[in-house]
């Protein structure tokens, strides 16, 4: 980061990405539950399209796009009930797949199998979406990067615009390795043997954990 351009207290901005990164919230929760189903290419799949969403909204707070949408009650209440739907049908696509879990009577549970997860067949492509779809119809985060990144550009710079792209790429690569590390993480405890009821037990509070995360969307009010 370069103070030519503007920026200030660069190392403050790099920890503020690491506390917001390390907030349990929906990218965390939809990143380590699609590992623990699906694997690390499952769970990669899902990151790489978060990061994506995450760069429209980057791209949109750069050339002010976020600014109408937070001036436009009407388009944020819109985009904000489809996120939350959005949500609400993942946790339940989550509660089904652990009601449905479970090994034949008799048949011992391979850690990481579909059995023992409680998984559904999912290309990688499906992953990316979810985590695309998670990100984009969540208005919150466009305002978010609006809000965030001009704390850390002083009020004289020159190439604000230049300086508020490369805030937004930082931020981006450096939620994209937090990810990945949360991914290698996640597949690790997915090697573990687990009793297939406390599989089932997390898929389902991760279901429930979204359902809570689209009620807590549905009912926020416009920054």
């Keep these: 980061m370069s103070a030519g ?3 200030h207290d660069p190392a403050l901005f790099v920890a ?3 506390v917001l990164n390390a907030t349990p919230g929906v990218d965390m929760l939809l990143t380590v539950g699609r590992t623990l189903q699906h694997g690390r290419r499952g769970g990669l799949a899902a990151a790489a399209g978060i990061t994506a969403g995450c760069a429209v909204h980057a791209l949109a707070a750069t050339l002010g796009l ?4 937070g001036s436009s009650a009407a388009a944020f209440g819109v985009l904000k009930l489809a996120g939350a739907a959005y949500l609400a049908w993942l946790g339940l696509g989550l509660l089904r797949a652990a009601w449905r879990a479970g090994p034949a009577p008799g048949a011992p549970a391979v850690a990481g199998s579909p059995a023992s997860t409680g998984a559904v067949a ?3 492509g499906r992953l990316f979406r979810e985590g695309l779809l998670t990100n984009l119809l969540n208005p919150k985060i ?3 990067f609006l809000a965030l990144l001009p704390q850390f550009i002083a009020d004289g710079a020159s190439q604000r615009t230049l300086a508020f792209a490369l805030l937004g790429a930082w931020m981006l690569l450096q939620s994209a390795l937090f990810l990945a590390v949360l991914v290698l993480l996640a597949e690790r405890l997915r090697r573990r043997p687990l009793q297939p009821g406390l599989r089932r037990g997390l898929t389902a509070l991760a279901g429930a954990a979204f359902l ?3 009620a807590r969307l549905a009912l926020s009010p416009r920054p």
């Design 212 to 214: 809570g995360l689209a």
């Design 122 to 124: 999912a290309t990688p």
């Design 142 to 144: 466009a305002l978010f």
């Design 16 to 18: 503020t990405v690491f």
């Design 66 to 69: 976020a600014a109408l949408l």
């Design 5 to 7: 351009l503007g920026i």
